[in-house]
């Protein structure tokens, strides 16, 4: 059985570390390289659908635009990125195999009652450690990918000299 992760995109960016201090499509662009290079969707047979409120006019994408991509990436045009994702909720003729990735309380309820499986923000983005060998042992000294992404921006700007 194949999973499809329908990803909330702004609702992941805007509460995680290290993407709460960048500019938005630079949160944006890192968040979909990170999924990508961590290889989150865990199996080349599961897909990851990104679904951010906005227009793709607006905010390009130009390195997850095309169809070689692992990751799809929607813009809702109009609507809530919320709408868009029960609309493909709907249109699936098998939600069970659905994992909406969120913590909007009410995209939850919608997904569940329509038989979705649900994963919180922080699970998700902990698959990181777990495909990369990461501790198994929450007490242990290690650094996780987000701090270890979070650390090099800040070296970048103090050593480079990079603006935020």
């Given amino acids: 059985m194949s999973l499809h992760y329908i990803i909330d995109g702004y609702n992941v960016v805007k509460q995680a570390s290290p993407w709460l201090d960048m500019p938005l499509k630079e949160a944006r662009n890192s968040f979909l390289e990170f999924i990508q290079d961590k290889q989150l969707a865990g199996s080349l047979r599961n897909k990851i659908t990104v679904v951010f409120d906005g227009r793709d006019d607006i905010f390009s994408l130009s390195s997850y635009s095309d169809d070689t991509s692992l990751i799809r990436t929607i813009f809702s045009k109009g609507q809530t990125a919320d709408d868009v994702i029960l609309e493909i ?26 038989s979705a499986q649900l994963m919180q923000v922080k699970e998700f983005l902990a698959k990181a450690d777990r495909h990369r060998g990461g501790p198994a042992n929450p007490s242990d000294n290690k650094l996780s990918v987000l701090e270890e992404k979070q650390i090099n921006q800040e070296l970048r700007k103090i050593w480079l000299k990079e603006k935020k």
């Fill in 89 to 114: 909720l709907n249109n699936s003729p098998n939600p069970k195999d659905i994992v909406v990735v969120s913590d909007d309380r009410a995209l939850s309820q919608s997904a569940r009652a329509s």
